[in-house]
């Protein structure tokens, strides 16, 4: 079993920065890749940024140049540092994590990020 608990939202005014962290429970070897998706107010899910396994990044264009992820193995975290946060950052920010024997994928509670203007 593997559970995640995302951490680190609150309340930022635009232009400052906040770093959300993934705690990870449970067996990492059955997680593959990593991410953080976000959901908007009356808005779709969206991606935001994945880890793989190896450790290759990718990012949702909005984001990209704004933010980072990362991962600590050995403290079985991982981390969104969030810069130049903008208004049209403020979400619930879920962690994601792939199943590494392929059943579904792993998710968090969730995290609110308010970016004030």
């Known amino acids: 079993q593997v559970q995640l608990v995302e951490s680190g939202g609150g309340l930022v005014q635009a232009g400052g920065s906040l770093r959300l962290s993934c705690a990870v429970s449970g067996s990492i070897f059955s997680v593959s890749g990593m991410g953080w998706y976000r959901q908007a107010p009356g808005k779709q899910r969206q991606l935001v940024a994945t880890?793989?396994?190896?450790?290759?990044?990718k990012y949702a264009d909005s984001v990209k140049g704004r933010f980072t992820i990362s991962r600590d193995n050995a403290k079985k975290t991982v981390l969104l540092q969030m810069n130049s946060l903008k208004p049209e950052d403020t979400a619930v920010y879920y962690c994601?994590?792939?199943?590494?024997?392929?059943?579904?994928?792993?998710w968090g509670q969730g995290t609110r990020v308010t970016v004030s203007s």
């Open positions: 880890i793989s396994f190896g450790g290759n990044t």
């Open positions: 994601n994590a792939e199943n590494a024997l392929g059943g579904n994928d792993y």
